[in-house]
């Protein structure tokens, strides 16, 4: 399946999107047209009911270079900040599927920033990160400085961004800003398989789950936790969760049917 040239979504297992961004001449370096795509082919996967997890990756030495420098040379600040990219990168953002980015070799600027709008990153132990965008006069656009302090602490981040120089996978692994790394090849790999492991959940209860822990990402502990307890009330109204506690109590596998 071929959203655009650009992004090539393929299911390598049940429920499971897999997205590859498909501009190695560029390193992957994100134009506003691969934004495009890759928003696009999100929406696809949300409206899909088949589908209950995406898998995001690039190539075998890059994920993503970061923006596209020569867009930015071309048309400045609006490169990055006219109303269809800033639209496209809130329905990434915004996506209820889960979202599972695979990084291999460098993931670096618009490329760190696209990763973080993952919920998971697995990478491989040579992946590097960084926001080298100081190194040309500007800084990062998407994002940077505000998720990855969020994610990884005031210091790393005012390293990584204050110098431009990249992490390595284990750095990353270490400030959380990684959940797994894997041998260099196998990034891909691991994140089906725990694409795979989550598409097994009850979709609604995986959607509810997601929402919550960004509750926790986005808002004060109590506004977080009345969050918490109010998707756990609609949890409890879904079939899939009586269906779950019945093949607890019946030791059978559960069949769940995003109910």
Known sequence: MTISDLVIATTPSPHVRQLKMNRPAKRNALSNELIAAIAGACRAA???????????????????????????????????????????????????KPIIAAV????????????????????????????????????????????LTRVAGKSLAMLMVLS???????????AGLVADIVPTGLA????????GMIAEK???????????????????????????RQAIRVAFTTADQQEGMDAFFEKRSPNYRGQ
Do not use: H
């Open 202 to 228: 009850p979709p609604r209860s995986v959607e509810l789950a997601k929402a919550a822990v960004l509750a926790a990402y986005q808002t004060p502990l109590e506004a977080g936790l009345e969050f918490e």
């Open 46 to 96: 949300v409206a899909d009911e088949d589908i209950r997890c995406i898998v995001l990756t690039g190539g075998e030495a890059f994920f993503c270079a970061g923006a596209d420098i020569k867009e930015m040379q071309q048309r400045g600040f609006e490169a990055i900040n006219n109303p269809a990219r800033r639209n496209d990168w809130r329905d990434i953002t915004n996506c209820v």
């Open 164 to 174: 431009g120089q990249p992490i390595s996978a284990q750095t990353a692994l270490l």
């Open 188 to 195: 891909t790999a691991r994140a089906v398989e725990i694409a």
């Open 104 to 147: 291999e070799g460098i993931c670096f600027g618009g490329g760190n920033e696209l990763a973080m709008l993952a919920d998971i990153i697995v990478a491989g132990d040579g992946a590097r990160f960084g926001q080298p965008e100081v190194n040309i006069g500007v800084i990062p656009g998407d994002g940077g400085t505000q998720r």
